[in-house]
């Protein structure tokens, strides 16, 4: 069982930037792909970014030329640069995997997210 755990988030001011930490409890490896959602209240969870094994990255629309998602298949986390932030992108934000390995395939984790504020 993987187990994920995000930090970073906190109180930004418009147009400033945060940088988003997911870490894995175990080899990331096999976890294709991985990424981050956020749920914003009264809306529903929503994707961020999504990043593949293999490097390949997928925006939401709002967030594309902002946001920057990477990981690091060596530390087992992957990461969410955030820049010119604004005000709808206050939410909380979720780190996701989901499993490609043959035992495990297709299981898919969550962690328990991490709180973004955007506010002057």
């Known amino acids: 069982q993987v187990q994920l755990v995000e930090s970073g988030g906190g109180l930004v001011q418009p147009g400033g930037s945060l940088r988003l930490s997911c870490a894995a409890s175990?080899?990331?490896?096999?976890?294709?792909?991985m990424g981050w959602y956020r749920q914003a209240p009264g809306k529903q969870r929503e994707l961020v970014a999504l990043i593949t094994s293999g490097g390949s990255t997928n925006y939401a629309d709002s967030v594309k030329g902002r946001f920057t998602i990477s990981r690091d298949h060596y530390n087992n986390m992957v990461d969410l640069q955030m820049k010119s932030l604004k005000a709808e992108d206050a939410a909380v934000y979720y780190c996701?995997?989901?499993?490609?390995?043959?035992?495990?395939?297709?299981?898919?984790?969550w962690g328990k997210g991490t709180l973004v504020t955007v506010s002057s």
């Open positions: 175990g080899s990331i490896v096999n976890m294709n792909p």
């Open positions: 996701y995997a989901r499993s490609d390995s043959l035992s495990t395939y297709g299981m898919e984790y």
